[in-house]
């Protein structure tokens, strides 16, 4: 016999209660942190100092998060970033944005917004073209947490 249309409703609301529950029990944890910025650097050492990150120490609502990452670099040939990388620890995902960068984009620097979870510790990583890699961490305290669904 054919699946009614009450069927085919009653069987989507099931699946889409099962993937919500399992979005809203993902989250990120500093070992996931870790791992994804292991991901990107291998065994490569992380040197603190030339990455510039700004971001609010204290946010009012998570929704809305403004973020400042520059790299100090001459943005030569001889001498400029590839990627800049940020990370967090607490999001669904420990990967926020990765951002392509060569010797002519002029400065190595972006901005943008993004959402946050929960107070927790974000993460810029710059790979730059003589396969070093350096970072900076800033902690956020977040009042009013993003990314979380709540069931009711």
């Not at 790299?71 to 990370?87: G, K, N, W, Y």
């Amino acid at each position: 016999m054919p699946a009614t249309r009450r069927d085919v409703l009653t069987g989507a609301t099931a699946l889409g209660a099962a993937t919500l529950l399992r979005l809203e029990t993902a989250q990120a944890t500093p070992a996931s942190l870790e791992a994804a910025i292991r991901d990107v650097v291998g065994e490569a050492p992380l040197k603190e100092g030339r990455v510039k990150l700004a971001i609010p120490p204290l946010v009012e609502n998570g929704n809305t998060v403004p973020l400042d990452v520059e790299v100090d670099s001459l943005m030569t040939a001889a001498d400029h970033v590839r990627t800049i990388h940020v990370f967090n620890e607490k999001n669904p995902q420990p990967n926020v944005i990765s951002v392509k960068l060569g010797p002519r984009a002029g400065r190595a620097r972006f901005t943008t917004r993004f959402r946050l979870a929960d107070t927790q510790t974000v993460v810029a990583v710059a790979e730059l073209s003589d396969g070093t890699f350096h970072t900076a961490r800033a902690n956020v305290i977040v009042t009013i947490a993003a990314c979380v669904e709540e069931l009711g």
